[in-house]
């Protein structure tokens, strides 16, 4: 990737598998497009009024339809949770039944 100037690939890893992106533009990683950005936007907007009641981080993987965690997590919740939009319903962040609901 590097010899032809093309973005480093990125491994995004799940519980059962693995995805690698090799981008074939010369974006730099960590650049979204304006239609990249679009889409994170859409989405943020579906989970906020889908996390009306509390949703785990799965149930809003599956109403976005979105397989990838770090995705959903990197993109859409964490960056909701920093602009206090969205938060925890529980107080251990990491929790195993961690839900999130809009403010």
């Excluded at 010369?26 to 889908?50: D, M, V």
């Excluded at 997590?73 to 039944?97: D, F, M, Q, V």
Aim: charged share 25%; aromatic share 10%; glycine share 4%.
């Amino acid at each position: 990737m590097e010899k032809y100037g093309l973005p480093t690939p990125e491994f995004y890893e799940e519980r059962d598998s693995f995805k690698v992106i090799l981008s074939n533009s010369n974006i730099p990683s960590g650049q979204q497009t304006s239609g990249q950005q679009n889409t994170i936007e859409y989405n943020k907007t579906k989970l906020l009024e889908y996390c009306k009641e509390p949703k785990t981080a799965k149930e809003i993987r599956t109403h976005l339809n979105i397989k990838s965690r770090q995705y959903v997590s990197t993109y859409l919740i964490n960056p909701l949770i920093n602009e206090g939009k969205l938060e925890y319903t529980n107080k251990h962040l990491n929790a195993r039944n961690q839900k999130y609901i809009s403010k």
